[in-house]
């Protein structure tokens, strides 16, 4: 891997208005390649479980990351768009919770117990809709099921929802081995909350972070969107003049994407309450601004981080990668996800599980994977998946290391990607030489689009029925 990927807070990225109203356009975040929309129908609980078995034996095998969701939330954000399940009836998490563990034993069987997890996440929906009891079993069961690596060096982390959790909560999260903590906040703002049905005073954010200082929290981050309804670059200034405040370790700000003929639950926002795309560029601006100017190093696409966040250490040191989480610091690593609409990533290939609870149990009531589709990576998806992820996290690309690490002869491999980079250069978005692309302060922020020069799908058609206008703009 690359090393010496060292940028200053205050030089990292560069906000150009004009370049980015110019250049930004609908296209995948990469957090694989090939995309999700590529992934086929037919690929189950066979051809993952040939996969594993391809892996060799537990010694050869690479540590794991695991990726569990909890869908349930107690009440609908109209901006969301994930996979969730909107519900007060906590006695549909036990069953879930039920099928869940059953699942993690199907994966430990296959997989064998011995395996390392250097890495767990909860994601959502919202995790803390589980109780605390609930929350102790399944944690006592993925330790029963795989060896885990100890608190110092492993990286546990959940999300959680504010709304939902007291400092009783976190300091029991903490008991129970997280030792990262991510919350979502969106926006302080009240009349921005109430827009997206989202209310959530400012108090139950701040003592939710201080709870977690004083609980041993090893990282605390924050989610925000800009883009929201009711938002100014007014509001927006003094929700990040709070963020800055509260100092968490990492923040990421989201650029919300409205899609309400994709996403029911956006068809309830107010179309003339949204800022205009000028007024949506002004406040990510801002943003960068502010957050820099805090002293926070631009990791990548949405993410900030502090210096000495392990995020930014890990981006210095050519040790950054991206997966289906977003960025992350454990680069060697399988990732195995359970829980409905799931994506693993194990070996060269990807799967993903069933959509819908009720297939999802079926698939488990039949004692077999709830495998859905997947797909498994050529040579040249391989090649590819390494240039964008070293262009997404490192921000340029050393020709020479791609060239021993896959046999090629790059200018001759790459030779229309190479002229298309060429525009790009003109437009000052990187800079090429005969061994290195470096990707310019101002091309940082549409690393995207200099990652779908080389994504061979981007623009053709696909089996899945997602298009192009799934995908949200690059900025």
Do not use: W
Not at 43 to 59: M, Q, S
Not at 145 to 165: C, H, K, M, N, Q
Request: glycine residues 6%; charged residues 25%; contains cysteine.
């Amino acid at each position: 891997m690359l090393s010496d990927t060292t940028f200053a807070p205050s030089t990292a990225v560069q906000f150009d208005a004009q370049l980015i109203a110019k250049m930004s356009q609908q296209g995948p975040r990469y957090t694989s390649y090939p995309t999700a929309d590529r992934f086929r129908a037919g690929y189950g609980h066979n051809e993952y479980a040939a996969v594993v078995a391809g892996l060799g034996n537990a010694a050869a095998r690479l540590p794991l990351s695991l990726y569990l969701h909890i869908p349930f939330c107690e009440s609908l954000c109209y901006y969301c768009a994930c996979n969730k399940i909107i519900t007060k009836e906590h006695e549909k998490a036990e069953l879930y919770l039920g099928y869940l563990m059953r699942e993690i034993s199907m994966q430990a069987q296959l997989l064998g117990s011995e395996q390392r997890v250097e890495q767990l996440h909860l994601g959502g929906g919202t995790p803390t809709y589980l109780s605390d009891a609930q929350m102790d079993r399944l944690m006592a069961h993925l330790r029963s099921s795989f060896e885990f690596a100890d608190d110092s060096t492993g990286e546990y982390s959940i999300e959680i929802d504010p709304r939902t959790v007291d400092g009783d909560r976190i300091r029991s999260l903490r008991r129970q081995g997280f030792n990262r903590v991510s919350l979502g906040v969106q926006d302080f703002d009240p009349e921005v909350q109430k827009a997206v049905n989202r209310i959530q005073p400012d108090a139950l954010t701040l003592d939710a972070i201080a709870a977690a200082r004083e609980a041993g929290f090893r990282s605390i981050s924050i989610d925000l969107i800009y883009g929201l309804p009711k938002q100014t670059l007014t509001t927006i200034g003094q929700t990040l003049a709070k963020v800055v405040a509260a100092s968490p370790d990492r923040i990421s700000i989201y650029n919300y994407a409205h899609m309400p003929q994709l996403f029911k639950s956006q068809r309830l926002i107010v179309d003339a309450d949204l800022p205009s795309d000028q007024d949506k560029l002004a406040m990510l601006g801002l943003c960068i601004e502010r957050l820099t100017a805090a002293g926070y190093v631009y990791i990548g696409m949405d993410h900030f981080a502090k210096p000495d966040d392990e995020l930014a250490v890990a981006q210095r040191s050519g040790q950054l990668h991206r997966n289906f989480q977003g960025y992350s610091t454990h680069a060697d690593t399988d990732m195995v996800s359970c829980g409905v609409s799931a994506i693993s990533a194990v070996g060269n290939s990807y799967c993903q599980n069933e959509k819908s609870l009720e297939r999802y149990y079926a698939g488990l009531d039949e004692g077999r994977l709830p495998v859905a589709r997947g797909i498994e990576l050529t040579r040249d998806d391989v090649i590819r998946r390494d240039v964008i992820g070293r262009l997404m996290c490192d921000f340029r690309l050393g020709v020479r290391s791609v060239e021993r690490a896959h046999g090629i002869e790059f200018d001759a491999y790459f030779a229309p990607e190479l002229a298309r980079l060429r525009e790009f250069e003109a437009d000052g978005l990187l800079d090429m030489s005969a061994s290195e692309l470096t990707v310019t302060p101002k091309g940082r922020l549409l690393v995207r689009n200099l990652c779908m020069v080389f994504d061979k799908y981007f623009g053709t058609p696909s089996d899945i029925p997602l298009t192009r206008m799934r995908y949200s703009k690059t900025i």
